[in-house]
């Protein structure tokens, strides 16, 4: 197998960060619930880093073409939990004022969340 490029090896390792923190699921959408097996993992990793033996060259420079644009716009499990995209508590209360929720001002962020997510 050829060597794998810097960027290649960063998602290797998200993916198996992401599987060791049970947060990578199968599926599109991850709709195949979370992967127990380590070897699922590893070819999750192998997959979307485009270093696959299963893949045609062109089947991988696909692959990781888009993983890296789901990257850059913040959409992976570690990106999300760790909060790349995470909004503000003054934004989470805004948005919960607008839908006028009770008891927002007293609410930590994380029960703002929460109660927007139930809402």
């Avoid at 993992?41 to 696959?52: D, E, R, T």
């Avoid at 696909?62 to 995209?85: I, L, P, V």
């Avoid at 209360?93 to 029960?111: L, N, T």
Wanted: glycine share 10%.
């Amino acid at each position: 197998m050829p060597k794998q490029s810097e960027g290649q090896r960063e998602t290797t390792s998200r993916v198996m960060h992401e599987f060791k923190h049970g947060e990578l699921k199968s599926g599109s959408g991850g709709k195949g619930g979370k992967v127990k097996s380590r070897k699922q993992a590893i070819a999750i990793a192998l997959h979307q880093s485009g270093a696959s033996n299963e893949q045609s060259a062109k089947e991988n420079k696909r692959s990781y073409r888009r993983t890296k644009a789901k990257e850059a716009r913040g959409e992976t499990a570690m990106q999300e939990k760790e909060g790349k995209n995470a909004k503000t508590r003054e934004e989470l209360e805004k948005e919960a004022r607008r839908r006028d929720i009770p008891g927002r001002s007293k609410m930590s962020k994380a029960e703002l969340e929460r109660a927007l997510r139930h809402h």
